[in-house]
C-alpha cells in the first residue's frame, strides 16, 4: 500500500461517537481509517462518509497497516478494563514512537497508570475528554486533550479543525499533564449533572407546584434560553416539551419513568473532590438523587405510607414566582460551575497538572453539554485574574450571586414548605450561606472532637494545639 493510499488518522471504535467524529475528520479534508470487529460499522461508515477519505476495516492489522507512520490513533472503547485489553492487542503492531489516545470516558486514576505505562514502552500516549455527544462529534465538540503534550502538538491540526468555534477559536486547548484531560472532562461531567437535577427540579417546581401544563412549561424554556440562561440543557429541555412520539397526542416525556441512569463520572466527580476536600454539594447531591430515583418499588411503598394531600398550586403570584424561579435557576447554576471551577484548581494543585482555567472556561463555551453563556463571564473572570482564589470572589459574579439571592431564598422556602424536593437547589444556597459566612460554628465540632477522642484543638490567636479534660475523671 503506498503511502497515496495511507490514512493520517485511526479511529477504534466506530460507535456513534467514533464513526462521527472519523466522519468530521473527513470533512475537514484529513484521511481517516476505523477499525471495529463488528464489520457493519465499518460499512455504515463508508456508507455515510462517501465523499470523503474514509475506510472501514474489521481486521486491527489491515487497519494499522493502513496508516502513515508515526501512526495516530484514537480509541472510543468503553472506559474499564475493553481499554487496556484494546492497548495490549495494539501494542504488537506499533512502533515506538507512535501515538495512542483514549477519547473515552476513564477514570483518571487509569489514566496515570497507562500514562506511566505507555511511556515505559516508548509510545506517546494522552488522554483526551470530549464532550457533545453524538451531534458535537459530527459537528464539533469540546476537547480536553491532556498528557504528553508533543503528541498534542501532533495532533493539533486535526484536533483545532474538527472542534466547535466560538467567535473563531476552536474549543481545544491543552489541558496540562498526565491524566490532566480527563480529570477535567470528569469535572465537566460532575457539573453537568448538578445542571441537570436543577433543571429537573424546576420542572417539578412548574408541573407539581404551578399545575402549568406541557405547553406552559415549553414556553417558559424556551423564553429563558432567549435569555441569561441560555445554555444546551435548558435549549434541548424545551426541545423535550415539544416532541411527540408518531401517532400519539402527548409528550413522549410522559411516558418515560423516572429511573435515571449513569454510567459512573458524577460518582467519580464526587469520589476526587473529597479525596481534594473541595466540597461539591450541588453535584453530590445530584448524583445521590439518580442513586434515589432508582429505588422506585422502595418510592411507591413509601408513598402509601407518608401520603399526604394532594399538593395543591402554589398560592403566590404566578408571574412574580417564575421570577424568582429564574434568579433562583442562576443563582444554583453559577454556584454549580463555582464548585467544579474551585475543585479543578484544587486538583491542578495537588496533581500538579498546571491547568489554566480561564482556557477550560473557553473551550467549554462551544460544542461541550455544558456550554452556556455564563461560561463567558467564568472566561472573563480568570482573565482578569488568573490567580483567582474562588468564582465567587469575582466582583462581576459576586454583583449576580447578590442579584438573584432573595429569588433563591423564596423559591426553597416555598418549595418546602408545600412538601416539593429542591435537594440540589437547597444544597447551592446553603453552600453559598457557609461560603460567605466569616464565622463557621465549626469551633464546635472541634470540641466534640477533642471530648470524645482527645483529637485536640487550636485558638484564636495562639499558636500550638491544645486538648481539654471536658469532665472529671471518675
Given at each position: 500500500m503506498s503511502d497515496q493510499q495511507k490514512y493520517n488518522f485511526g479511529m477504534i471504535g466506530l460507535g456513534t461517537m467514533g464513526r462521527n467524529l472519523l466522519l468530521n475528520i473527513g470533512d475537514h479534508g484529513f484521511a481517516g481509517a476505523g477499525y471495529d470487529k463488528d464489520a457493519s460499522k465499518g460499512v455504515l461508515l463508508e456508507e455515510e462518509g462517501k465523499d470523503i477519505k474514509v475506510k472501514g476495516f474489521s481486521d486491527v492489522k489491515e487497519f494499522i497497516a493502513s496508516l502513515t507512520t508515526p501512526r495516530a490513533v484514537m480509541m472510543l472503547v468503553p472506559a474499564g478494563k475493553i481499554v487496556d485489553s484494546v492497548i495490549e492487542e495494539l501494542l504488537p503492531l506499533l512502533d515506538r514512537g507512535d501515538i495512542l489516545i483514549d477519547g473515552g470516558n476513564s477514570h483518571f486514576v487509569d489514566t496515570n497508570r497507562r500514562?506511566?505505562?505507555?511511556?515505559?514502552?516508548?509510545?506517546?500516549?494522552?488522554?483526551?475528554?470530549?464532550?457533545?455527544?453524538?451531534?458535537?462529534?459530527?459537528?464539533?465538540?469540546s476537547i480536553m486533550p491532556g498528557g504528553d503534550k508533543e503528541a498534542y502538538n501532533v495532533m493539533k491540526p486535526i484536533l483545532?479543525?474538527?472542534?466547535?468555534?466560538?467567535?473563531?477559536?476552536?474549543?481545544v486547548t491543552y489541558i496540562g499533564r498526565g491524566s490532566a484531560g480527563h480529570f477535567v472532562k470528569m469535572v465537566h461531567n460532575g457539573i453537568e449533572y448538578g445542571l441537570m437535577?436543577?433543571?429537573?427540579?424546576?420542572?417539578?417546581?412548574?408541573?407539581?407546584?404551578?399545575?402549568?401544563?406541557?405547553?406552559?412549561?415549553?414556553?417558559?424554556?424556551?423564553?429563558?434560553?432567549?435569555?441569561?440562561?441560555?445554555?444546551?440543557?435548558?435549549?434541548?429541555?424545551?426541545?423535550?416539551?415539544?416532541?411527540?412520539?408518531?401517532?400519539?397526542?402527548?409528550?413522549?416525556?410522559d411516558d418515560i419513568k423516572d429511573e435515571a441512569r449513569a454510567k459512573g463520572t458524577g460518582k467519580w466527580t464526587s469520589q476526587a473532590a473529597m479525596d481534594l476536600q473541595s466540597p461539591i454539594p450541588t453535584i453530590d447531591t445530584a448524583v445521590a438523587m439518580r442513586d434515589l430515583s432508582k429505588y422506585k418499588a422502595l418510592r411507591e411503598k413509601a408513598a402509601?405510607?407518608?401520603?399526604?394531600?394532594?399538593?395543591?398550586?402554589?398560592?403566590?403570584?404566578?408571574?412574580?414566582?417564575?421570577?424568582?424561579?429564574?434568579?433562583?435557576?442562576?443563582?444554583?447554576?453559577?454556584?454549580?460551575?463555582?464548585?467544579?471551577?474551585?475543585?479543578?484548581?484544587?486538583?491542578?494543585?495537588?496533581?500538579?497538572?498546571?491547568?489554566?482555567?480561564?482556557?477550560?472556561?473557553?473551550?467549554?463555551?462551544?460544542?461541550?453539554?455544558?456550554?452556556?453563556?455564563?461560561?463567558?463571564?467564568?472566561?472573563?473572570?480568570?482573565?482578569?485574574?488568573?490567580?483567582?482564589?474562588?468564582?465567587?470572589?469575582?466582583?462581576?459574579?459576586?454583583?449576580?450571586?447578590?442579584?438573584?439571592?432573595?429569588?433563591?431564598r423564596s423559591v426553597i422556602s416555598t418549595a418546602i414548605s408545600n412538601g416539593i424536593a429542591?435537594?440540589?437547589?437547597?444544597?447551592?444556597?446553603?453552600?453559598?450561606?457557609?461560603?460567605?459566612?466569616?464565622?463557621?460554628?465549626?469551633?464546635?465540632?472541634?470540641?466534640?472532637?477533642?471530648?470524645?477522642?482527645?483529637?485536640?484543638?487550636e485558638l484564636i490567636g495562639k499558636e500550638g494545639v491544645f486538648h481539654t479534660q471536658w469532665v472529671p475523671k471518675i
Open positions: 500514562v506511566d505505562y505507555l511511556e515505559s514502552q516508548g509510545f506517546h500516549f494522552f488522554g483526551m475528554g470530549i464532550s457533545g455527544g453524538e451531534e458535537g462529534a459530527r459537528r464539533g465538540p483545532e479543525a474538527i472542534a466547535a468555534k466560538v467567535d473563531g477559536s476552536p474549543c437535577q436543577l433543571i429537573s427540579e424546576t420542572y417539578e417546581i412548574l408541573k407539581t407546584g404551578l399545575k402549568l401544563d406541557d405547553d406552559s412549561i415549553q414556553q417558559l424554556f424556551e423564553k429563558w434560553n432567549n435569555g441569561r440562561l441560555q445554555s444546551f440543557l435548558i435549549d434541548i429541555t424545551k426541545d423535550i416539551f415539544k416532541y411527540k412520539a408518531p401517532g400519539t397526542d402527548h409528550l413522549l416525556l402509601t405510607l407518608y401520603s399526604e394531600t394532594e399538593t395543591s398550586k402554589l398560592d403566590v403570584d404566578q408571574e412574580a414566582f417564575l421570577a424568582e424561579l429564574e434568579e433562583a435557576f442562576y443563582f444554583a447554576m453559577i454556584i454549580t460551575y463555582a464548585q467544579g471551577m474551585q475543585m479543578l484548581s484544587n486538583a491542578s494543585v495537588e496533581y500538579n497538572y498546571g491547568l489554566n482555567l480561564s482556557e477550560i472556561a473557553k473551550i467549554w463555551r462551544g460544542g461541550c453539554i455544558i456550554r452556556s453563556s455564563f461560561l463567558n463571564d467564568i472566561y472573563n473572570a480568570y482573565v482578569k485574574d488568573n490567580g483567582l482564589a474562588h468564582l465567587l470572589l469575582d466582583d462581576n459574579v459576586a454583583k449576580i450571586v447578590n442579584e438573584t439571592t432573595s429569588g433563591v429542591v435537594p440540589a437547589f437547597a444544597a447551592s444556597l446553603s453552600y453559598f450561606d457557609a461560603f460567605r459566612s466569616k464565622r463557621m460554628l465549626s469551633n464546635l465540632i472541634q470540641a466534640q472532637r477533642d471530648f470524645f477522642g482527645a483529637h485536640t484543638y
